[in-house]
């Protein structure tokens, strides 16, 4: 099947600093990424909707500023957090959907903010 | 606004047993609807996928019922194994925004 990798898998880094973190579809043209993060045992929040070539969609209440999603080719979107907070600290995943209607997630990636 | 709602929101049974996972929600103008695997700390497995005019998709031991109109969908595993433990995600997607709407999962242990 489709396979999507996301990495880092897990990055700990200090308050002020900014991740990038990388969704690459390897084995298929993405052409819609998706954006999530999961707090503990809770349920996955939809954060943007990214298109090759286009500007993300964002959902409510998510900080564009904060959460820059850059999708410049049809297998790679990264999802950058500028100046990382502890408040920031989650499991991030992404989503990958090519030509049919399943989706592909990423294994995700657990941030922590000291 | 598509809510998904599931129950129970967690379940214990021991090996063996036959076990009905619901997921419900408000909205019937869906395009599909998914469940999905997820281990702890891990990404998350597409288990089964239902498309809106479908009744029902099944894989090996796994058996997934969609009710649209009432906005219901069951999650069947027979003969349950302790491999079988983990959260199990539904999600629908909607077929006005193509958004992917999760359900807070059911988390599933099976006891040896």
């Known amino acids: 099947g489709a396979v999507v990798s996301q990495h880092p898998s897990w990055v700990i880094c200090k308050s002020g600093t900014s991740v990038k973190i990388e969704c690459r579809s390897l084995?298929?043209?993405?052409?819609?990424m998706f954006w999530y993060r999961q707090f503990p045992k809770q349920s996955l929040m939809l954060m943007a909707t990214?298109?090759?070539?286009?500007?993300?969609?964002?959902e409510q209440g998510v900080e564009k500023d904060k959460f820059l999603i850059n999708h410049a080719s049809l297998t790679l979107s990264t999802l950058t957090v500028t100046s990382a907070h502890p408040e920031d600290s989650s499991f991030y995943i992404c989503?990958?959907?090519?030509?049919?209607?399943?989706?592909?997630f990423g294994s995700g990636t657990q941030l922590s903010v000291l | 606004k598509q809510e998904v709602t599931q129950i129970p929101a967690a379940l214990s049974v021991p090996e063996g047993e036959n076990l009905v996972l619901n997921c419900s929600f408000t909205?019937?103008?869906?395009?599909?609807l998914q469940w999905f695997r997820q281990d702890p700390g891990k990404g998350l497995t597409s288990l089964l996928l239902?498309?809106?005019?479908?009744r029902e998709q099944t894989s090996g031991r796994l058996n997934a019922s969609l009710d649209k109109s009432s906005g219901r969908s069951t999650l069947y595993i027979a003969a349950s194994q302790p491999g079988d433990s983990a959260t199990y995600l539904c999600?629908?997607?909607?077929?006005?925004?193509?958004?992917?709407?999760f359900g807070q999962g059911t988390t599933l242990q099976v006891k040896p």
């Open positions: 909205d019937s103008a869906i395009y599909n």
């Open positions: 239902i498309q809106s005019s479908q």
């Open positions: 989503s990958a959907r090519g030509s049919g209607e399943k989706l592909f």
């Open positions: 999600a629908v997607e909607s077929s006005n925004t193509g958004k992917l709407i």
């Open positions: 990214s298109n090759e070539g286009s500007k993300a969609t964002y």
């Open positions: 084995d298929f043209q993405a052409t819609t």
